[in-house]
Protein backbone atom coordinates (compact mmCIF):
# COMPACT_ATOMS: atom_id res chain seq x y z
CA UNK A 1 0.00 0.00 0.00
CA UNK A 2 3.19 2.51 1.12
CA UNK A 3 4.55 1.73 -2.75
CA UNK A 4 1.71 2.66 -4.48
CA UNK A 5 0.76 5.63 -2.85
CA UNK A 6 4.51 6.48 -3.51
CA UNK A 7 3.70 5.85 -7.45
CA UNK A 8 1.35 9.47 -7.25
CA UNK A 9 4.21 11.46 -5.18
CA UNK A 10 6.34 13.56 -7.02
CA UNK A 11 10.42 12.74 -6.53
CA UNK A 12 11.08 16.06 -5.01
CA UNK A 13 7.85 16.25 -2.95
CA UNK A 14 9.13 12.06 -1.83
CA UNK A 15 12.32 13.42 -0.61
CA UNK A 16 11.05 16.63 1.19
CA UNK A 17 9.03 14.02 3.04
CA UNK A 18 11.49 11.91 3.63
CA UNK A 19 13.68 14.80 5.17
CA UNK A 20 10.88 16.02 7.46
CA UNK A 21 9.88 13.12 8.95
CA UNK A 22 13.65 12.15 9.29
CA UNK A 23 13.12 14.92 12.27
CA UNK A 24 10.66 14.07 13.24
CA UNK A 25 12.00 10.32 14.10
CA UNK A 26 14.99 12.41 15.72
CA UNK A 27 12.46 12.40 18.85
CA UNK A 28 11.10 9.12 18.72
CA UNK A 29 14.40 6.84 18.47
CA UNK A 30 16.24 7.52 21.67
CA UNK A 31 18.39 4.39 21.33
CA UNK A 32 19.78 5.58 17.95
CA UNK A 33 19.78 9.16 18.89
CA UNK A 34 22.55 8.30 22.09
CA UNK A 35 24.46 6.73 19.53
CA UNK A 36 25.40 9.26 17.16
CA UNK A 37 26.06 11.27 20.11
CA UNK A 38 28.16 8.74 21.36
CA UNK A 39 29.94 8.41 18.12
CA UNK A 40 30.28 12.29 17.68
CA UNK A 41 32.21 12.14 21.16
CA UNK A 42 34.75 9.74 20.33
CA UNK A 43 35.46 11.19 16.74
CA UNK A 44 35.58 15.39 18.23
CA UNK A 45 37.00 14.24 21.43
CA UNK A 46 33.73 15.47 22.89
CA UNK A 47 34.30 19.26 22.23
CA UNK A 48 31.19 19.60 20.13
CA UNK A 49 28.59 20.94 23.04
CA UNK A 50 24.95 19.20 23.36
CA UNK A 51 23.05 21.94 21.58
CA UNK A 52 25.52 20.46 18.69
CA UNK A 53 25.02 17.11 19.09
CA UNK A 54 21.26 17.66 18.72
CA UNK A 55 21.38 19.70 15.78
CA UNK A 56 23.71 17.37 13.98
CA UNK A 57 21.70 14.03 14.83
CA UNK A 58 18.47 16.58 13.41
CA UNK A 59 20.48 16.76 9.98
CA UNK A 60 21.54 13.10 10.11
CA UNK A 61 18.63 11.30 10.68
CA UNK A 62 16.77 13.58 7.26
CA UNK A 63 19.87 12.30 5.72
CA UNK A 64 17.78 8.56 6.52
CA UNK A 65 14.48 9.90 5.82
CA UNK A 66 15.69 11.01 2.38
CA UNK A 67 17.24 7.76 1.82
CA UNK A 68 14.13 5.68 2.59
CA UNK A 69 11.82 7.57 0.63
CA UNK A 70 14.11 7.28 -2.59
CA UNK A 71 14.68 3.71 -1.85
CA UNK A 72 11.19 3.32 -2.10
CA UNK A 73 11.03 5.42 -5.51
CA UNK A 74 13.51 2.86 -6.79
CA UNK A 75 11.40 -0.24 -6.04
CA UNK A 76 8.59 1.43 -8.71
CA UNK A 77 11.09 3.37 -10.90
CA UNK A 78 12.36 1.74 -14.30
CA UNK A 79 16.54 1.65 -14.13
CA UNK A 80 16.99 4.62 -16.37
CA UNK A 81 14.72 6.92 -13.95
CA UNK A 82 16.85 5.63 -11.24
CA UNK A 83 20.29 6.36 -12.97
CA UNK A 84 19.32 10.04 -14.45
CA UNK A 85 19.55 11.27 -10.60
CA UNK A 86 23.16 10.77 -11.03
CA UNK A 87 24.30 14.03 -12.59
CA UNK A 88 27.72 13.93 -12.51
CA UNK A 89 31.01 10.69 -12.62
CA UNK A 90 34.64 12.26 -11.32
CA UNK A 91 37.09 9.26 -12.15
CA UNK A 92 35.06 7.49 -15.07
CA UNK A 93 38.52 7.13 -16.50
CA UNK A 94 39.25 4.31 -13.95
CA UNK A 95 36.46 2.01 -14.62
CA UNK A 96 37.10 2.76 -18.35
CA UNK A 97 40.41 1.25 -17.93
CA UNK A 98 39.05 -2.15 -16.28
CA UNK A 99 36.33 -2.40 -18.85
CA UNK A 100 38.88 -1.89 -21.35
CA UNK A 101 41.03 -4.65 -19.81
CA UNK A 102 38.70 -7.08 -18.80
CA UNK A 103 39.93 -6.47 -15.31
CA UNK A 104 37.70 -6.87 -12.21
CA UNK A 105 37.06 -3.80 -9.72
CA UNK A 106 36.57 -4.25 -5.94
CA UNK A 107 35.15 -1.20 -5.44
CA UNK A 108 34.62 0.15 -1.91
CA UNK A 109 32.21 2.37 -0.09
CA UNK A 110 30.53 3.40 3.09
CA UNK A 111 26.91 3.50 4.20
CA UNK A 112 26.74 7.46 2.71
CA UNK A 113 24.10 9.21 1.66
CA UNK A 114 22.22 6.71 -0.76
CA UNK A 115 24.85 4.29 -1.87
CA UNK A 116 22.19 1.82 -3.50
CA UNK A 117 22.42 4.20 -6.01
CA UNK A 118 25.93 3.25 -7.37
CA UNK A 119 25.36 0.00 -8.19
CA UNK A 120 21.77 0.76 -10.25
CA UNK A 121 23.77 3.67 -11.99
CA UNK A 122 26.72 1.36 -13.61
CA UNK A 123 24.69 -1.66 -14.24
CA UNK A 124 21.87 0.72 -16.50
CA UNK A 125 25.39 2.05 -18.13
CA UNK A 126 26.04 -1.47 -19.16
CA UNK A 127 29.23 -2.60 -16.46
CA UNK A 128 28.72 -5.93 -14.66
CA UNK A 129 28.13 -4.93 -11.67
CA UNK A 130 27.48 -7.20 -8.27
CA UNK A 131 27.37 -5.86 -4.76
CA UNK A 132 27.71 -7.83 -0.94
CA UNK A 133 25.29 -7.60 1.19
CA UNK A 134 24.18 -9.08 4.26
CA UNK A 135 20.53 -10.79 4.85
CA UNK A 136 18.19 -8.47 6.40
CA UNK A 137 16.39 -8.80 9.29
CA UNK A 138 12.97 -9.22 7.64
CA UNK A 139 12.70 -11.93 4.42
CA UNK A 140 9.79 -9.71 2.94
CA UNK A 141 12.03 -6.33 3.29
CA UNK A 142 15.23 -8.30 2.21
CA UNK A 143 13.31 -10.05 -0.89
CA UNK A 144 12.27 -6.35 -2.07
CA UNK A 145 15.81 -4.62 -1.39
CA UNK A 146 17.27 -8.02 -3.82
CA UNK A 147 14.73 -7.51 -5.97
CA UNK A 148 14.87 -3.86 -6.65
CA UNK A 149 18.70 -4.25 -6.74
CA UNK A 150 18.52 -7.60 -9.65
CA UNK A 151 15.99 -5.68 -11.69
CA UNK A 152 18.38 -3.20 -12.80
CA UNK A 153 20.74 -5.77 -13.40
CA UNK A 154 22.71 -5.73 -10.32
CA UNK A 155 24.31 -9.06 -9.10
CA UNK A 156 23.63 -10.20 -5.34
CA UNK A 157 25.99 -11.75 -3.37
CA UNK A 158 25.88 -13.09 0.63
CA UNK A 159 28.38 -11.47 2.47
CA UNK A 160 29.01 -14.27 4.72
CA UNK A 161 30.41 -17.16 2.13
CA UNK A 162 32.31 -16.85 -1.35
CA UNK A 163 30.40 -18.32 -3.86
CA UNK A 164 31.50 -20.32 -6.84
CA UNK A 165 29.47 -17.57 -8.72
CA UNK A 166 31.24 -14.69 -7.33
CA UNK A 167 34.53 -16.04 -8.04
CA UNK A 168 33.45 -16.85 -11.62
CA UNK A 169 32.05 -12.99 -12.00
CA UNK A 170 35.19 -11.81 -10.48
CA UNK A 171 37.15 -13.74 -13.30
CA UNK A 172 34.80 -12.42 -16.04
CA UNK A 173 35.63 -8.95 -15.17
CA UNK A 174 33.26 -7.90 -12.96
CA UNK A 175 33.09 -4.50 -10.39
CA UNK A 176 31.87 -5.75 -7.13
CA UNK A 177 30.71 -3.40 -4.73
CA UNK A 178 31.64 -3.55 -0.95
CA UNK A 179 30.54 -1.77 2.42
CA UNK A 180 33.74 -1.98 5.09
CA UNK A 181 32.75 1.03 7.56
CA UNK A 182 30.14 -0.86 10.05
CA UNK A 183 31.66 -2.82 12.75
CA UNK A 184 30.46 -6.43 11.95
CA UNK A 185 31.29 -10.33 12.39
CA UNK A 186 33.28 -10.97 8.92
CA UNK A 187 36.78 -11.00 8.84
CA UNK A 188 38.44 -7.75 9.94
CA UNK A 189 41.35 -6.01 11.25
CA UNK A 190 41.56 -3.43 14.05
CA UNK A 191 42.78 -0.01 11.64
CA UNK A 192 42.03 3.51 12.42
CA UNK A 193 38.88 5.38 11.16
CA UNK A 194 37.96 8.63 11.25
CA UNK A 195 41.41 9.11 13.87
CA UNK A 196 40.53 6.36 16.15
CA UNK A 197 41.09 2.45 16.22
CA UNK A 198 37.71 0.38 14.75
CA UNK A 199 37.20 -2.75 13.54
CA UNK A 200 37.56 -2.77 10.17
CA UNK A 201 36.93 -5.90 7.29
CA UNK A 202 39.69 -7.12 5.16
CA UNK A 203 37.07 -9.05 2.72
CA UNK A 204 37.89 -6.84 -0.24
CA UNK A 205 41.96 -6.82 0.13
CA UNK A 206 42.02 -10.47 0.83
CA UNK A 207 40.02 -10.61 -2.89
CA UNK A 208 41.32 -8.25 -5.09
CA UNK A 209 45.07 -9.69 -3.90
CA UNK A 210 44.08 -13.36 -4.48
CA UNK A 211 42.04 -12.13 -7.92
CA UNK A 212 44.51 -9.70 -9.10
CA UNK A 213 41.63 -6.78 -9.31
CA UNK A 214 41.89 -3.58 -9.08
CA UNK A 215 41.11 -1.78 -5.53
CA UNK A 216 39.38 1.36 -5.25
CA UNK A 217 36.97 3.97 -3.11
CA UNK A 218 34.37 5.18 -4.38
CA UNK A 219 31.32 7.02 -2.95
CA UNK A 220 27.72 8.67 -3.93
CA UNK A 221 27.66 12.63 -3.21
CA UNK A 222 24.10 13.93 -2.37
CA UNK A 223 24.24 17.59 -4.19
CA UNK A 224 22.00 20.38 -3.01
CA UNK A 225 19.43 20.06 -5.86
CA UNK A 226 18.92 16.77 -4.07
CA UNK A 227 21.32 14.82 -7.38
CA UNK A 228 24.01 13.03 -7.27
CA UNK A 229 27.73 13.03 -7.97
CA UNK A 230 29.71 9.72 -8.36
CA UNK A 231 33.24 10.35 -7.46
CA UNK A 232 35.71 7.55 -7.83
CA UNK A 233 39.57 7.36 -6.49
CA UNK A 234 42.04 6.52 -8.22
CA UNK A 235 42.67 2.50 -7.50
CA UNK A 236 45.60 1.52 -4.83
CA UNK A 237 49.04 0.88 -6.99
CA UNK A 238 51.33 -2.30 -6.35
CA UNK A 239 48.36 -4.26 -4.44
CA UNK A 240 49.69 -7.91 -4.81
CA UNK A 241 52.99 -6.61 -1.96
CA UNK A 242 51.09 -4.57 0.38
CA UNK A 243 49.98 -5.77 3.43
CA UNK A 244 46.52 -6.37 4.08
CA UNK A 245 47.11 -3.07 7.14
CA UNK A 246 48.42 -0.98 4.51
CA UNK A 247 45.36 -1.52 2.21
CA UNK A 248 42.51 -1.30 4.94
CA UNK A 249 44.36 1.88 5.88
CA UNK A 250 44.16 3.99 2.63
CA UNK A 251 40.58 2.80 2.34
CA UNK A 252 39.33 3.73 6.03
CA UNK A 253 41.69 7.17 5.09
CA UNK A 254 39.55 7.88 1.87
CA UNK A 255 36.04 6.93 3.56
CA UNK A 256 36.81 8.98 7.25
CA UNK A 257 37.87 12.25 4.11
CA UNK A 258 34.65 12.22 2.77
CA UNK A 259 32.46 11.53 5.78
CA UNK A 260 34.72 14.58 7.51
CA UNK A 261 33.78 16.79 4.54
CA UNK A 262 29.98 16.31 4.50
CA UNK A 263 29.42 14.60 7.63
CA UNK A 264 25.33 14.64 7.70
CA UNK A 265 25.60 12.38 4.78
CA UNK A 266 27.24 8.94 6.88
CA UNK A 267 25.22 6.75 9.15
CA UNK A 268 26.62 7.48 12.26
CA UNK A 269 23.43 5.71 13.64
CA UNK A 270 25.56 2.96 13.47
CA UNK A 271 27.64 1.61 16.83
CA UNK A 272 31.00 1.80 14.70
CA UNK A 273 33.65 1.48 18.21
CA UNK A 274 31.25 -1.38 19.69
CA UNK A 275 34.05 -3.68 19.80
CA UNK A 276 37.09 -1.47 20.41
CA UNK A 277 37.95 0.32 23.66
CA UNK A 278 38.45 4.07 22.66
Request: charged residues 25%; positive net charge; proline residues 3%.
Amino acid sequence: MIRFVFLFVPWRLATQLGKFLGRICFYFFKKERNIIYKNLDIVYQGKLSKREKEDFAKKNFSNYGIGVFEFVKFTLWRPEKIANLVKEVEGIEYFEKAFSEKKAIIAITGHFSNWEIIPQYFAFRGYNIGVIGKNLFDEKLNNIVNHTRQKGGVKVFDRDKISKDLIKELKKGMFLGVLVDQDTKVESKIINFLGQPAKTPIAPVLLAQKFNCYLLTLFALRLNNGYYKIIINKPYDNILNASVEELAEKYNMEISAMILNHPYQWAWIHDRWKSVKV
